[in-house]
């Protein structure tokens, strides 16, 4: 089958962001479909097409996969209202693209939520299958932080959202409250399927450069965040969690941010300002640059901010990576992963908005090196056990299959 799809932060491994898509349509392609992935320009993004823009588009193939790429460009560091326009600026075109291409099934994956709206032209115009994915809950999320508080976006928002929902002929949700958000809004749950993200074992299994930022010993514990710096992520735990460590003289302990984000600059001049020298912070890398980091880092940070939306509503690529590295983790927010790390014993669940509990939780991983290796052995069986990429992928392909059979 032929099948279109809608991603608008799509990026290949060579990028620095997550690579979900570009698995999942690989997995497409070699089970014989062909696949037209519709995606914009996106900051920390690399989508392998070398070619210019002309008339703001530009088309290729990379690893099989044909991909229509607008010349909208997207940073996490944009305003709300930038972010806003692109958005819709990408949902404008894309709908052209489903109004006018040749295919057999629309797939759209958010966020943003404004990716379902060219699905919704495929069903209801073209009358073709339609699935839509949710990798968050739309306006539920951006309405517990507080980020959206004009009540007429709102309203707009959660039209589009149940628009969606009910024009798809089946969806995926990432986590289980992402699941259970899409039944509390009417529809089946036999229409629902659970598709987390997943581990690329292949990457992060394989011989890797093996490497730690020159200020790191080699007998430190390095801790790490390889993510966005966002509101939602909440990394002023993390300088929390610094600042006492340094308060306890443990210079053996160093914590690296790795990524960027709109909350970047400020968290650089809080770590300068409290003379945070135990803090690392370092530009985002592409997944086989990760993949040697992270053979040579102690223990993964998952770290959001205290909001119970976020608790079983997320499904964060970065822990994924960790355990399939082999890392345990500290996640410092209640949730889904939290009893996971405590039902594995692969890490560390410490109560959210807890200097105290955190820094504890590093220390104990620092004076016990043997332990420590024995959990990021038990989250790499989690890894391979239950979030291998390939068997989900196939399970991916097989719902997506089921819709145009």
């Known amino acids: 089958m032929r099948v279109l799809y809608f991603h608008q932060h799509f990026s290949t491994p060579k990028g620095s962001t997550g690579i979900r898509s570009y698995e999942m349509a690989r997995r497409l392609v070699a089970r014989g479909h062909q696949v037209t992935m519709v995606c914009g320009s996106y900051g920390g993004g690399e989508t392998g097409i070398a070619l210019p823009f002309i008339n703001g588009v530009r088309r290729g193939q990379v690893d099989g996969i044909d991909i229509i790429e607008y010349d909208l460009a997207y940073s996490n560091s944009d305003g709300m209202l930038k972010r806003s326009m ?75 959202e149940w628009g969606s929902y009910h024009s798809a002929h089946r969806l995926v949700g990432l986590s289980p409250g992402i699941v259970d958000g899409i039944a509390a809004r009417g529809v089946s749950r036999e229409r629902i399927a659970l598709i987390p993200n997943g581990c690329d074992l292949g990457i992060f299994d394989m011989k890797a450069n093996v490497w730690r930022p020159e200020q790191v010993r080699s007998d430190d514990l ?68 990760l993949a040697g980091l992270m053979a040579g880092v102690d223990i993964g940070l998952q770290v959001l901010a205290n909001v119970p939306a976020f608790y079983y509503g997320t499904s964060p690529n970065k822990f994924f990576d960790y355990i399939a590295a082999g890392l345990p983790v500290l996640n410092n927010y209640p949730g889904w992963l939290a009893e996971m790390i405590q039902e594995h014993r692969c890490g560390f669940a410490v109560e959210p908005d807890n200097p105290q509990a955190f820094a504890d939780a590093l220390e104990v991983a620092a004076d016990d090196r043997s332990a420590l290796k024995g959990m990021g052995q038990r989250g790499h069986e989690l890894a391979e056990n239950e979030f291998d990429r390939v068997r989900l992928s196939n399970q991916f392909v097989d719902w997506l299959e089921g819709a145009v059979q």
């Open 86 to 160: 692109t958005f819709l600026r990408f949902a404008l075109r894309s709908i052209g693209v489903a109004l006018t291409e040749r295919y057999d099934l629309a797939f759209a994956t958010s966020t943003p939520l404004t990716a379902g709206i060219p699905g919704i032209f495929a069903r209801w115009l073209r009358r073709k299958p339609f699935i839509f994915e949710v990798r968050d809950l739309w306006p539920e999320l951006p309405r517990a932080m507080g980020i959206i508080r004009n009540p007429l976006m709102l309203r707009a928002m959660s039209i589009l």
């Open 222 to 289: 390095l801790a790490v965040f390889a993510g966005t710096h966002g509101l939602a992520n909440g990394l002023n735990a993390v300088l929390d969690a610094a600042a006492e460590l340094k308060r306890r003289n443990r210079e053996d302990i160093k914590l690296m941010l790795i990524g960027q984000g709109k909350l970047k600059a400020v968290l650089q001049e809080r770590a300068r300002h409290d003379r945070l020298d135990n803090v690392i912070f370092h530009d985002p890398v592409n997944k086989e640059c």
